[in-house]
Structure formats: C-alpha cells, structure tokens
C-alpha cells in the first residue's frame, strides 16, 4: 500500500466515464499501443489518449466502448501523439492491461464518486 492521502487529495483527480469513438494502431510508439479518442461528454468533449492495451483489444473492438480515464492531467507528448487524458486499467495474472469500465451503461462525463 502506498501512502495514505485526504479525501481532498482523492477528489482532485477528475475521474470520468467516457465512449471510446475512435482508436487507431500507434506502430510509432516504443512500446505496443492503441491511439484513442475518448469523448467525455459535453463538459469536456473528446480527450486523445494512447494506451498499451494491445494483448486484449483491437482497435475495431474499441469502437463504442465506454472506459473510465483521468481528464485533468496536463498532456503529454508520446512520440508524435499528444495524450491527454489516462485510461484506466489494471494488470491481469500475466502483466497486461485490462481496461476499467462502468458494468452499465452511463452517461459520458458522469465523475467517478
């Protein structure tokens, strides 16, 4: 476990749900990834995001997904692709990413509570 922190701290990390509405092979990046569009909602719109999550997912099976990511950290250059929001996810038993995902449907841009 790492260091305990305040709720404050918690809550301002801007946790959202959103629809995954376009995803691209990312061949020029060091490791194995997928480019992502994610649109959070009308309140923040559609954030880009690259992702190693290429042993479970195809870029096609992205397409209309809904997944939770980070929208409020400052963007990030990989390679020639600006990242700016963190899709969440979590190592399964051989190290690889499995994503996080609402189990129903939600509104996109609904915050994590």
């Not at 690889?96 to 609904?110: F, M, R, S, T, Y």
């Amino acid at each position: 476990m790492t260091d305990q922190i305040t709720f404050d701290d918690f809550a301002r990390v801007d946790i959202r749900v959103g629809t995954v509405t376009r995803a691209e092979p990312f061949p020029e990046a060091r490791k194995p990834a997928i480019k992502l569009w994610v649109d959070y909602g009308p309140e923040i719109g559609t954030k880009k995001s690259s992702a190693q999550i290429t042993t479970h997912y195809t870029p096609e099976a992205l397409i209309g997904r809904q997944v939770l990511g980070v929208v409020n950290f400052p963007p990030r250059q990989i390679g020639p692709f600006l990242s700016e929001a963190l899709v969440l996810g979590l190592h399964d038993a051989d190290g690889k990413v499995v994503l996080i995902a609402p189990d129903q449907p939600v509104p996109n841009g609904e915050k994590m509570c």
